[in-house]
Structures are given as C-alpha cells and as structure tokens.
C-alpha cells in the first residue's frame, strides 16, 4: 500500500534498468544520459554507478568472483529501496555473472526489472579503455579483471540490447527512454 502511496505521488511506476557490459562499454554514460532525459520529463530518477558505490558502499569489496556477487546483491538491494520509494533507477555495473543478474531480477516485480545489455565488442573497450583498466590488466598490473582474466556472461534474453559501436550514447539512452514507456 505505501509503495503504490508512494508510486502514485512520483506520477509514474518505480523501474529498475541493469546496464550490464563490458568495462568501458559505455554503461555509465548511457545512464546519465538517460537519467537527464526522465528528469526532463518530470521522473524521480537516480542512476547508480559501480565505480562510485566502489569508492563508498562496496569499498571493502575486491574483483573475485564472491566479492563480485556480493557487489551484484549489494546495489540489488539498494536499487529495490530506491524502487520502494518510487524511483526509477538506473544501475551502471559490470556484473559479470548471470546468476547475480538474475538474483537481482528475482527482487523486483514482475515486469519492473529491465536488463539493459550494452553490448560493445571487447577490441572497442579496450581502444576506449577510458581508466586505463585494460592496458593495466593486460600489463599484469591489475588482476580479476573482466574480459581479460576474469569471463563476462552476456544476457541470453535481455529486455534490450544497446549495440554502442557508431552510434552515439545520447541516441542510445533516448532508445533506453522509449523503453520505460510503461513506466512513465
């Protein structure tokens, strides 16, 4: 009852969207980019980053694959607070593995998750490779790393498939928009 309370006083269903891909995919800008174009539109919104809940909420957490699937569970869990309140909620994080995707999925209604696959072939995240993360991994420096020493597990059937390569993420996070046409 005061989730539906809380729903109707936003003026649109809470949502989550799991952006899940490579590093450097591209994720995280899509994210705020479709984060900027529901605020225009009137939506409580917030967009959740992997690499910021790293530096704060998980930065106990290493790169192995319990402390990844912690990580997965610990933004799970606050995304569905922040649904609870009524927002939709973007999350931005590798999350590797589908059985963590899928725990995640498990705590949202039916139809309020929505995985978001930005699917960018590794040779571009690695041309992008906006931190330094994959020369650094490559390198030896920087071990677990997804892609290189660690798998990543593509969505089988996500809800949308985000192709990156040539088309720019503002293109992108308006499509991401048009989505969460139900919600809005």
Same mark, same amino acid.
């Given at each position: ?113 929505? !995985? ?24 030896? !420096? ?11 597990? *593509? ?26 046409? *139900?919600?809005?």
């Amino acid at each position: 009852m005061v989730r539906s309370a809380r729903a109707a006083l936003k003026g649109h269903k809470p949502a989550v969207v799991w952006l899940t891909g490579l590093s450097g995919a591209g994720k995280t800008t899509i994210a705020r980019h479709a984060e900027a174009l529901l605020i225009a539109r009137g939506a409580h919104t917030m967009a959740l980053d992997g690499d910021i809940l790293r530096s704060g909420l998980n930065q106990d957490l290493s790169f192995g694959a319990s402390d990844r699937k912690e990580n997965v569970r610990r933004v799970a869990e606050v995304a569905k607070l922040m649904t609870d309140a009524g927002l939709i909620v973007l999350c931005a994080l590798i999350s590797p593995y589908r059985a963590e995707r899928d725990f995640a999925r498990s705590l949202f209604e039916k139809g309020a998750f929505v !995985e978001a696959f930005v699917d960018t072939p590794i040779e571009v995240c690695m041309a992008r490779d906006p931190k330094g993360l994959y020369r650094r991994a490559l390198a030896g !420096e920087l071990r677990d790393f997804t892609g290189i020493d660690q798998r990543y597990e *593509p969505p089988l059937s996500p809800e949308l498939t985000l192709r990156t390569v040539g088309r720019p993420a503002e293109e992108l996070a308006e499509e991401l928009v048009k989505t969460l046409a *139900p919600f809005l």
